[in-house]
């Protein structure tokens, strides 16, 4: 008997590049090339600092969305009920400032009111069992409604908070004129990396989502961490929330609306898996970047404004597809054969 | 019962030795006065049929279930039925390997060996180089997984299926598990693989440990095991120590052994 196991030629011990084991090294190569083809197309715009710090504003609160729900699709589940989150949160921030005047508690509201609902996600999920595609939709028109309700389908204007303590924390400008808000974006994301990539918690949303059974046989509570998951999520909407209602001065009952493919999108763009047990933060930051972008640059190239959508979704599906091909050399190897270039004979 | 964490290195003759341990389901008896005594570093191989009650014992042993009669000893000591569970066998350092579905297939080989026993701050934190580390040692020093292309961060995916046993049970080997089953490791495995997964039950011997090895296949718990106990409805109808029986012999010894049950059957 040798000690040492027979080589098998099917895999060599090939070196990887320093280059290729930068996470999320594709997406930010797609990210550059889109911003140098707004550059080229629409100099006037792209050019220029304003457009960039337009971004600066309009993305954070898709960010903190896309970062929760990278998480989410990590552990294999999905949640389609953030957009009432940023509703019935936005609600409950804008009710303490208007009737209490008090944003502060406003901000502890939305958090809470986000952790509501995500408890009731994940016990449904987890506990009972239904899929969470199912409970979230339910979910998602319920607490939307409920906002609707409470509100009277009323917006709510907060103009007096303009220049507040909250204000110029979530909202302001540092510097006058780096906005607040995409620094809270980009910390939360550093840090929910290290959550997803280096906490014990983190590692078992990727067990479960890789597999339920071998999470359970590896000694994970998988219904405490789907639980846990799911309040995550909610908190984080409540957290977008408090920003866009911030950013707007306003509270609107339909203000999540528009939210949810977008922030999707940024996920799965960014190359996390669709069917859950890896997942990319810097993947989910430029692919929410990207989608942020595409309107704004897509309008200023000076095609007319109906082409957006089309474009963005030739860009959706096109990446996950690449991705999920990256993911599966086989098929990508059956693909090849498929055209003609160099398969099977 | 014991109430301290067990010494390695105390002083104990048999791992886990059994006396009259009888279980029935019903009217169906499926284990009838069961003696068998583990040795500390000891390769002891189960076979018979299906249904012989090879799985059923190993339930026992490792606090799965219950028997209607009979003693444990564990490192010597009995074993308090009432306070015997899986948990209770894991902290006394039983770790039972199954044959599939034990490892995250996305996840880097790394993380397979510590997931649900991290080493973290306090805080949670993973130290991932440390980790990284212990895998690369594990991986080399104690599995022999040398110029084969596989390291700590190379995923499960790319493994093969005596590669993945072997992981399960290197895993089983770093928490210091002081017996080892393996329940048919080599099913389902192309003849190469197999003989990794033999490699691996060889290197559990030579660090010292205790394995009790469940096989279909005569011909590799024969050439592997110190002992092999075959079962028969139930009943212990063979202890054969290494050597005492060649291949062919033991597979006549069987064959035998089912035509008389059937005679039995018949009459």
């Not at chain 1, 430029?286 to 474009?311: K, P």
């Not at chain 2, 003759?13 to 284990?31: D, N, P, T, W």
């Not at chain 2, 009979?70 to 948990?87: E, F, M, N």
Request: charged share 15%; proline share 3%; glycine share 12%.
């Amino acid at each position: 008997m040798s000690t040492h196991l027979p080589a098998s030629p099917a895999r060599r011990p090939t070196r990887r590049l320093p280059l290729a084991q930068i996470e999320g090294l594709p997406i930010i190569l797609v990210f550059l090339v889109l911003v140098g083809l707004f550059i080229v197309t629409a100099p006037q715009v792209f050019l220029h600092w304003p457009i960039y710090l337009s971004f600066l504003t309009t993305v954070p609160p898709m960010l903190v969305l896309a970062i929760g729900l990278t998480l989410v699709v990590a552990a294999g589940e999905i949640d389609l009920s953030f957009p009432s989150t940023l509703a019935f949160s936005g609600f409950l921030f804008s009710v303490c400032e208007s009737s209490l005047g008090n944003p502060w508690l406003g901000v502890i509201a939305a958090l809470a009111g986000g952790a509501l609902i995500g408890l009731v996600n994940g016990l449904l999920v987890a506990c009972i069992g239904v899929p969470s595609i199912i409970v979230t939709i339910g979910t998602q028109f319920f607490w939307a409604g409920t906002a609707s309700i409470l509100s009277g389908g009323q917006s709510n204007a907060l103009q007096e908070l303009d220049g507040s303590v909250v204000y110029t924390v979530f909202a302001g400008n540092l510097f006058g004129f780096l906005p607040m808000q995409s620094l809270w974006a980009l910390g939360l994301a550093v840090f929910m990396w290290f959550i997803l990539n280096r906490h014990r918690f983190g590692e078992h949303i990727l067990f479960i989502g890789d597999s339920r059974h071998v999470a359970r046989v590896a000694g994970i509570n998988v219904m405490r961490e789907t639980v846990k998951l799911f309040v995550l999520m909610g908190v984080l909407g409540g957290f977008a929330a408090v920003l866009l209602t911030l950013e707007n001065l306003n509270y609107f009952s339909t203000q999540g609306q528009g939210y949810l493919l977008p922030a999707l999108a940024g996920v799965f763009i960014g190359g996390t898996s669709v069917f859950g047990g890896t997942a990319t933060i810097v993947g989910t930051f430029f692919g929410t970047f990207i989608i942020g972008m595409l309107e704004a640059g897509i309008v200023a190239t000076g095609i007319a404004g109906f082409w957006v959508q089309a474009i963005e979704g030739v860009v959706f599906v096109a990446a996950v597809t690449l991705h999920l091909l990256m993911e599966s050399p086989g098929k990508l190897k059956q693909l090849r054969a498929l055209a003609g270039l160099g398969g099977r004979p | 019962m014991m109430d301290k964490q067990p010494e390695t290195g105390g002083a104990y003759q048999h791992i886990v030795r059994a006396e009259g341990i009888s279980l029935s389901y019903g009217k169906i008896r499926a284990l009838q006065g069961i003696d068998l005594a583990i040795g500390r570093n000891e390769i002891v191989g189960l076979i018979g049929d299906n249904g012989a009650g090879k799985s059923t014992l190993i339930k026992v042993l490792t606090g799965v279930v219950r028997p209607t009669s009979g003693k444990l000893y564990i490192r010597d000591k009995p074993v308090d039925w009432t306070h015997y569970s899986v948990r209770e066998a894991h902290r006394l350092r039983f770790e039972t390997v199954y044959q599939e579905k034990s490892l995250g297939e996305k996840q880097p080989l790394w993380r397979n060996i510590f997931v649900g026993r991290q080493i973290t701050n306090r805080f949670g934190f993973i130290k991932v180089a440390e980790e990284r580390r212990i895998a690369n040692d594990l991986l080399k020093n104690q599995l022999g997984f040398r110029g084969v292309g596989i390291d700590a961060d190379s995923t499960i995916s790319k493994l093969s299926g005596g590669e993945r046993q072997g992981i399960a049970i290197g895993r089983a080997m770093h928490f210091d598990s002081d017996l080892i089953i393996l329940d048919e490791p080599t099913v389902a495995l192309a003849i190469s693989e197999v003989r990794k997964v033999l490699d691996f039950v060889r290197s559990i011997k030579a660090s010292g440990r205790a394995c009790i090895y469940i096989e279909h296949n005569l011909a590799h718990v024969h050439a592997l095991a110190d002992r092999l106990i075959v079962l028969d409805r139930g009943r212990i109808v063979a202890d054969i120590k290494s050597g005492e029986m060649t291949l062919e012999e033991l597979t006549k010894f069987l064959i035998d052994l089912q035509q008389s049950g059937h005679a039995v059957g018949v009459g």
